[in-house]
């Protein structure tokens, strides 16, 4: 089996400086190691990759590495795996990575390919969790940021979380028309944002469904206790959160920011979400938690 590595050098806080060292040392793989330079480039770098008949190629960096890797390698027969090195790298903790670059290496060691779901909004790849709304927003303004991190996502958060107004949000799907008010709906095919911010606690990423989690409008001196909630796995269980689950939606809304996987995109107001059952080879250590 021959794997290529795909650094995304400016990925994160940085814990990837060095790793071409700790891949040597503890890799019993066959492999090459490549970098990005610029947006783009893990996609045509992963596209290569396929050409080349590269069995696996690892995403080094976070979930928007993840995201540029997935848009070439899904409907592939190359499979795609991930070492976490991103500011929250959701992706690879939902499929059990370690967060120990290290620890993380010797995984590969006895990872297994698998077949998940894959899923496009307005025809656009993702594979873990994107949405609408206030993670949208806070996504947009994290991308301008010259100083990465999960602490400054963090304080982003703390600085917009009372100020932003929930939105109007007109849904469609499986015959079905819903008005609903929210700061936010993910469409969830994996579970977490990153680092154990769990918006999808039921997610599962081979079920052929997406799970649509929306966060009503609710008195804002209780978003501490949602937040929360999220940080534990247990955002379900709040009256204020209804999670739907369907294979395709129609969202109809003001609002054009959304975010695919961390990374945000404008786009008209009607989006449509849908899963692509089956169509994207992991390289994961033990499957889904």
């Known amino acids: 089996m021959k794997i290529r590595f795909i650094v995304n050098p400016i990925s994160g806080t940085g814990k990837q400086r060095g790793i071409e060292a700790v891949i040597e040392e503890y890799t019993d793989f066959e492999y090459d190691t490549v970098f990005t330079n610029k947006s783009g480039d893990a996609t045509r770098l992963s596209q290569i990759a396929i050409d080349e008949k590269i069995d696996v190629?690892?995403?080094?960096?976070?979930?928007?590495t993840v995201n540029e890797c997935a848009k070439a390698i899904i409907g592939s027969k190359t499979a795609l795996g991930v070492i976490p090195c991103g500011s929250g790298n959701g992706f690879a903790f939902h499929f059990g990575m370690k967060k120990d670059i290290t620890k993380a290496i010797l995984q590969l060691n006895s990872c297994t390919i698998s077949v998940i779901d894959s899923c496009t909004a307005n025809n656009i790849p993702f594979v873990n969790v994107s949405g609408i709304g206030f993670?949208?927003?806070?996504?947009?303004l994290f991308s301008d940021l010259k100083e990465r991190g999960f602490l400054n996502y963090l304080k982003l958060i703390k600085?917009?979380?009372f100020t932003y107004k929930a939105k109007d949000y007109q849904l469609n799907y499986i015959g079905k028309s819903k008005d609903v008010k929210a700061y936010l709906i993910a469409f969830a095919n994996a579970s977490q944002y990153g680092n154990d911010f769990c918006i999808a606690p039921k997610a599962n990423a081979s079920d052929g469904l997406i799970d649509f989690v929306i966060?009503?409008?609710m008195p804002k001196w209780k978003i501490p206790f949602i937040l929360y909630q999220v940080s534990k796995g247990k955002v379900h269980l709040s009256k204020y959160?209804?999670?739907i689950q369907t294979n395709e939606m129609l969202i109809n809304s003001k609002n054009n920011i959304i975010?695919?996987?961390?990374?945000?995109?404008?786009?008209?107001?009607l989006i449509t979400i849908k899963v692509k059952p089956k169509t994207l080879k992991i390289f994961m250590p033990y499957g889904e938690r």
């Open 135 to 140: 993670d949208a927003h806070i996504a947009h």
């Open 159 to 161: 600085n917009e979380i």
């Open 259 to 269: 975010h695919l996987d961390g990374e945000p995109l404008e786009c008209k107001n």
């Open 57 to 64: 190629v690892i995403a080094v960096g976070g979930d928007g």
């Open 215 to 217: 966060i009503k409008e």
């Open 241 to 243: 959160v209804e999670i």
